[in-house]
Nanobody
Framework: VQLVESGGGLVQPGGALRLSCAAS????????MRWYRQTPEKERELVAA????????VYPDSVKGRFTISRDNAKNTVYLQMNSLKPEDTAVYYC????????WGRGTQVTVSS
């Protein structure tokens, strides 16, 4: 089982990034997929979730209207489009899969700084 995140990097405030998480080794379409983020100062925080067939999404107020989660079950991939990025969005972003089991990726660093 693997969840491999990509797309992180350094971006200026107001910029955008698109994270991807490629899944393998399990039946991706059955799993609820989530993105979390974490900094050394804070607990891991949910930033987006999407239902197994993409019909429902959840966002906390901190990212609502700026972040969009989507999935392509044919490609076993979940995405996080992040727009209007702020310095407080700086964190390691993790991909998470949950059905009757759960799996985590290793994370990708996102740094928002001028």
């Amino acid at each position: 089982v693997q969840l491999v995140e990509s797309g992180g990097g350094l971006v200026q405030p107001g910029g955008a990034l698109r994270l991807s998480c490629a899944a393998s080794g399990f039946t991706f379409s059955r799993y609820i997929m989530r993105w979390y983020r974490q900094t050394p100062e804070k607990e891991r925080e949910l930033v987006a979730a999407i239902g197994s067939f993409g019909g429902s999404t959840v966002y906390p107020d901190s990212v609502k209207g700026r972040f969009t989660i989507s999935r392509d079950n044919a490609k076993n991939t979940v995405y996080l489009q992040m727009n209007s990025l702020k310095p407080e969005d700086t964190a390691v972003y993790y991909c998470h899969a949950q059905d009757y089991k759960e799996y985590w990726g290793r994370g990708t660093q996102v740094t928002v700084s001028s």
